[in-house]
């Protein structure tokens, strides 16, 4: 049982350690300009369902529920860069995970804006959690910034996360927003052209 116990203990913290490197590199190289975006065909509604899935496991063993709501009027096949997609949803979504203690998680995809030749779509993760005081709010989006130093010793993390997912949403042509109040949950959109 200890050694079962250790071995649990080193693996969770090879992760711990591996998202924290994958985290840096990402952020020196968006900083460097050698991030590049790929225009690649992709299914979004398949990729969602994919980072749904991935999170279940999580989402579980903290007896939370997740919904995945696609609108019915967004496309499916769409062209952009489904890798950086995938990294905003595990960002946003580990985020609410982490902060939320019980209630839900739900991610909405919608298209806000439906021309021949773009969409405009926006990814909403919402969660029943711990919420974010509006003075604090401001700086989420900054380097190694958390709501105050109690969350990285309560919750853990890098304070990077939300950072990368603001500038490989504005590398991708759109942008984040952020709507919470302590204590009611919060409410991330990011808004895509695609």
């Known amino acids: 049982n200890e050694q079962k116990e250790y071995a649990s203990t080193l693996f969770h913290s090879g992760q711990a350690l591996l998202t924290i490197i994958n985290d840096i590199l990402d952020f020196s190289k968006i900083e460097a300009g050698k991030l590049t ?21 999580q989402v579980q063993s903290k007896g939370l529920e997740m919904v995945l709501c696609y609108h019915v009027s967004c496309p499916r096949l769409l062209i952009g860069d489904p890798n950086r997609i995938r990294q905003i949803l595990l960002n946003l979504l580990g985020n609410a995970i982490k902060f ?21 779509v926006q990814l909403e993760v919402a969660d029943t959690g711990i919420g974010i005081p509006q003075d604090k709010q401001g700086k989420l989006f900054q380097l190694f910034s958390q709501a105050d130093a109690s969350t990285t010793r309560r919750f853990g993390g890098t304070g990077l996360g939300l950072a990368i997912c ?9 942008h984040i927003s952020l709507n919470s109040k302590t204590g009611q949950g919060s409410q991330f959109r990011v ?4």
Do not use: W
């Open 100 to 120: 939320t203690n019980n209630g839900y998680i739900a991610l909405k995809i919608e298209a806000t804006t439906i021309t021949p030749a773009h969409v405009s």
């Open 37 to 57: 975006i790929e225009k690649i065909p992709f299914n979004l509604q398949r990729l969602t369902e994919e980072v749904c899935d991935l999170l279940q496991a």
């Open 191 to 194: 808004e895509l052209p695609l």
């Open 166 to 174: 603001k500038r490989l949403a504005e590398l991708m042509g759109g």
